[in-house]
């Protein structure tokens, strides 16, 4: 199967209300971003800077995703919606990720050298989510929507919060066939706070 046909059947897979190939190919800026992106790293690895640039800047123009030319990106990669996706120079993908719209993968400042970070095989993205800086996220892992990432993600953990904390590594692949939960995290965050309040509701009904 070409490179093409694998990123179409990955969408059908991921996406609920994907209908067709064809369909797909026509209509998903997440694709036409990965075809772009394509060309665009080509021009950037045989040094044709300017031509690079600005084709991954016609691609913003069409999809509202921003791809840096030098950004590695694995097969497969599934980009939902993809409306205010911003991804760093330095970043790496691997393979069958999924990211949702609203993602940055960017750096922590104005660092020369590898300054974004490496996304594993795997991976779900969930909307609005920040991972900033040059470290990894590992294999099979989940950022949950909204998080500030700032450090490296363990293989197989689910993180949240901002900035995000690891909580869970379940040491199972995710499976993203039908199980792109995005919202069914809890934060630790939130559950401090209520572990707080049910103490001093105690401490209250014993001084009383």
Request: charged share 20%.
């Given at each position: 199967?070409?490179?093409?046909?694998?990123?179409?059947?990955?969408?059908?897979?991921?996406?609920?209300?994907?209908?067709?190939?064809?369909?797909?190919?026509?209509l998903?800026?997440?694709?036409?971003?990965?075809?772009?992106?394509?060309?665009?790293?080509?021009?950037?690895?045989?040094?044709?800077?300017?031509?690079?640039?600005?084709?991954?800047?016609?691609?913003?123009?069409?999809?509202g995703?921003?791809?840096?030319?030098g950004?590695?990106?694995?097969?497969?990669?599934?980009i939902?919606?993809?409306?205010?996706?911003v991804?760093?120079?330095?970043?790496?993908?691997?393979?069958?990720?999924?990211?949702?719209?609203?993602?940055?993968?960017?750096?922590?400042?104005?660092?020369?050298?590898?300054?974004?970070?490496?996304?594993?095989?795997?991976?779900?993205?969930?909307?609005?989510?920040?991972i900033?800086?040059?470290?990894?996220?590992?294999?099979?892992?989940?950022?949950?929507?909204?998080?500030?990432?700032?450090?490296?993600v363990?293989?197989?953990?689910?993180?949240?919060?901002?900035?995000?904390?690891?909580?869970?590594?379940?040491?199972?692949?995710?499976?993203?066939?039908?199980?792109?939960?995005?919202?069914?995290?809890?934060?630790?965050?939130?559950?401090?706070?209520?572990?707080?309040?049910?103490?001093?509701?105690?401490?209250?009904?014993?001084?009383?």
């Amino acid at each position: 199967m070409t490179h093409l046909g694998e990123l179409l059947q990955a969408y059908q897979e991921r996406d609920p209300a994907a209908r067709s190939r064809l369909e797909i190919f026509l209509l998903y800026p997440g694709v036409h971003a990965v075809l772009f992106h394509r060309v665009s790293h080509w021009l950037w690895r045989h040094r044709l800077h300017f031509l690079a640039r600005l084709n991954s800047q016609f691609a913003r123009f069409l999809t509202g995703i921003e791809i840096h030319p030098g950004a590695q990106i694995g097969r497969r990669l599934v980009i939902d919606h993809g409306m205010g996706i911003v991804i760093g120079e330095t970043t790496q993908i691997g393979d069958d990720c999924l990211i949702y719209h609203g993602v940055t993968l960017g750096g922590t400042g104005k660092d020369k050298g590898k300054r974004h970070p490496t996304i594993g095989n795997h991976v779900l993205i969930a909307c609005g989510a920040k991972i900033l800086g040059p470290f990894c996220v590992g294999d099979n892992s989940r950022v949950a929507a909204n998080s500030v990432v700032l450090s490296e993600v363990p293989e197989n953990a689910t993180v949240v919060g901002a900035p995000a904390q690891v909580v869970s590594i379940s040491g199972v692949r995710t499976d993203f066939v039908g199980q792109v939960d995005q919202i069914g995290i809890d934060d630790p965050v939130q559950q401090q706070l209520q572990d707080l309040e049910r103490r001093l509701q105690k401490m209250e009904e014993g001084s009383k």
